[in-house]
């Protein structure tokens, strides 16, 4: 089974500063990765897909990188709406393997 | 537009079976490719894939929990049911249902329902 880590666990940054966000899966999962972010009390949204294409209605701010093993979610600006929890998940083997990482906290500094 | 509801018992107990309901509208899920997945997430915690019916009636389930998971799907209601059988505290979660659609972000959950919080306690 693919186990993917995220970190920092938790990123404090300022409003209007760049925020870097790493993903790694234990095993390639070639460009399939997907973002979520997920605010409280919502369900999460997805953000990007095939580890770089931005989903529908996402903000130019938000891009994603990397292949293989090894992936970040970059917010160019942060935003107060940015402010959020956000989720890496890998499809390389579905159905019917999909796999979450534990997710990193984007909050304020 | 595409929406998704999940429906069913705020509290369970202990050893009983939980019965969830997904009634979507927007899609269709007897169009080649599209799939509808559960997901759930504790308190604090982070996603759990659970199970997923595809458009042509396959179904998966986590390795985890297959032994206790079962979808369906009535594709004349737009409803997908998952049941979870011998449900425990450590069960107590918020259940998405979400759709996997087909095409370029196939194997991805584009649209979610708003999730219902389940706790099981005697």
Known sequence: EIVMTQSPATLSVSPGERATLSCRASQSVSSNL???????????????YGASTRATGIPARFSGSGSGTEFTLTISSLQSEDFAVYYCQQYNNWPPLFTFG???KVDIK | QVTLRESGPALVKPTQTLTLTCTFSGFSLSTSGMCVSW???????????????????????STSLKTRLTISKDTSKNQVVLTMTNMDPVDTATYYC???????VAGTFDYWGQGTLVTVSS
Request: proline share 12%; no cysteine.
């Open chain 1, 34 to 48: 997907a973002w979520y972010q997920q605010k409280p009390g919502q369900a999460p949204r997805l953000l990007i």
């Open chain 1, 102 to 104: 534990p997710g990193t």
């Open chain 2, 39 to 61: 997901i759930r997430q504790p308190p604090g915690k982070a996603l759990e894939w659970l199970a997923l019916i595809d458009w042509d009636d396959d179904k998966y389930y």
């Open chain 2, 98 to 104: 979400a759709r996997i659609p087909d095409g370029a």
